[in-house]
């Protein structure tokens, strides 16, 4: 493999970052020519554009009419923490995590909100912990899918129906992407710039009737900011949830989603989105069965993302070095792709193991990928070469 020749063929669009991801295909700024710029989000045009969005969402991700679904600020870790602060401590928690997005939740209710009765669930990056120690008489807290460790569950059937508590589900990889079975979860989230493509610094926040009723029977005991608070007098700010943001939302950033969510739409809606998904992640995980120099850092088949596919490298003259080393060797091949414009953004997460992360939302076109792989090979035989020089 030294000697292997760089490929001839390129990703027409080498934008494989896990976000914000790429756009959707076709996509030009020409698509947001009709965004509600400098117009009030409060006017009557900026109101029907956000509850479009909203309507949009409903639709494409099949959320139950009587859930509510409102546009919050600061992207996903915003409707994660409103979440956590206007709900958590009614009851004792189990904290469920596996990866860096997950223990940062953790850090959150342990350190910040400082809850007495917190249980952690957790396993190393690769791993899924064991789903069937999660008491769902208490509140649960739980991501969908690793990101940064493209470990996901494999479906809802460890989340019982008649459970007592609220499960709290980050989904901000997932959705759009896999099947969220809404019945079995009480506060989902999600980010614009993922599956769909869209900017950044938007969430989404999905409440079930259960979650309604712990917000308006519940009071934390802390102080909330104006930016988390859901309620008014005991009862929910239903504006929240057709439109009427905590701030001013982005009019440019509103029109990109609806136009993701048209798209989305045209392509068969969810199904064909996650049919994109799964045909792209198939793409990375029939190349790791045909080279042995890398592995994906999932171990398991079923919990392995079709989104954000972590990959390490196997071959023993790397994986035996230092962690600093084998980093370094990812680091290099990761800038090599880049430097030649064939891959961006590909490099595993910081806190995770040392490798690449190649996202396969279904914004990606499965024929880049296709043409990415070879070039993953020659970046790795050049940085051996590199490595062997300087033995």
């Known amino acids: 493999m030294t000697n292997l020749a760089k490929p001839d063929l390129r990703p027409e669009n080498p934008r494989f970052s896990s976000g914000p991801c790429t756009k959707r295909p076709g996509w030009t700024p020409e698509v ?64 469920v995590a596996w990866e860096s997005f997950g223990e940062g939740w953790v850090t959150d209710v342990v350190k910040q909100l400082k809850l007495d009765d917190v249980r952690t669930i957790t396993a190393p990056y690769g791993e899924l912990p064991d789903l069937a120690e999660i008491d769902f008489d208490r509140d649960v807290v739980f991501t969908w899918n690793g990101t940064t460790s493209g470990v996901r569950v494999p479906d809802a059937g460890f989340i019982p129906a008649n459970r007592a508590g609220l499960t709290i589900c980050d989904a901000t990889s997932a959705a759009f992407a896999q099947a969220l079975d809404f019945t079995k979860l009480d506060v989902t989230t999600f980010s614009w710039q993922k599956v769909l493509g869209g900017e950044g610094g938007h969430g989404m926040l999905i409440l079930s009737p259960r979650a309604v009723e712990r917000l308006e029977t519940y009071q934390p005991a802390w102080p909330l900011p104006k930016i988390f608070r859901m309620t008014k007098g005991g009862k929910l700010i239903e504006g929240i949830f057709v439109g009427e943001t905590i701030n001013t939302p982005s009019m440019l950033c509103v029109e990109d989603y609806i136009d993701a969510l048209i798209w989305a739409q045209s392509i068969g809606g969810l199904v064909g989105l996650m049919a994109r998904a799964d045909a792209n992640a198939q ?28 990959l390490v490298i196997a071959d023993p003259g790397i994986a035996t070095l230092a962690p600093e080393a084998q980093a370094a060797f990812a680091k290099a091949m990761a800038g090599r792709l880049e430097q030649e414009g064939v891959a961006f953004d590909i490099g595993a997460y910081r806190d995770a193991p040392p490798g690449l992360r190649i996202w396969c939302g279904a914004t990606v076109e499965t024929a880049d990928l296709e043409a990415l792989m070879p070039w993953l090979s020659w970046a790795f035989a050049q940085e051996k070469a590199v490595l062997r020089q300087a033995a």
């Not at 995980?285 to 398991?300: P, T």
């Open 283 to 310: 793409v990375l995980h029939r190349f790791v069965a045909e080279n042995d120099w890398i592995a994906n850092l999932a171990k398991v088949d079923e919990t392995r993302s079709n989104t954000s596919v972590c």
């Open 32 to 95: 947001l020519s009709d965004a509600a710029l400098g117009r009030s989000h409060r006017a009557r045009i900026g109101k029907s554009k956000l509850k479009q969005a909203i309507d949009l969402t409903r639709s494409v991700l099949g959320v139950p009419d009587d859930y509510r679904i409102g546009i919050v600020p600061a992207s996903d870790t915003g409707a994660v923490e409103m979440a956590l602060w206007s709900m958590l401590g009614a009851r004792g928690v189990d904290m």
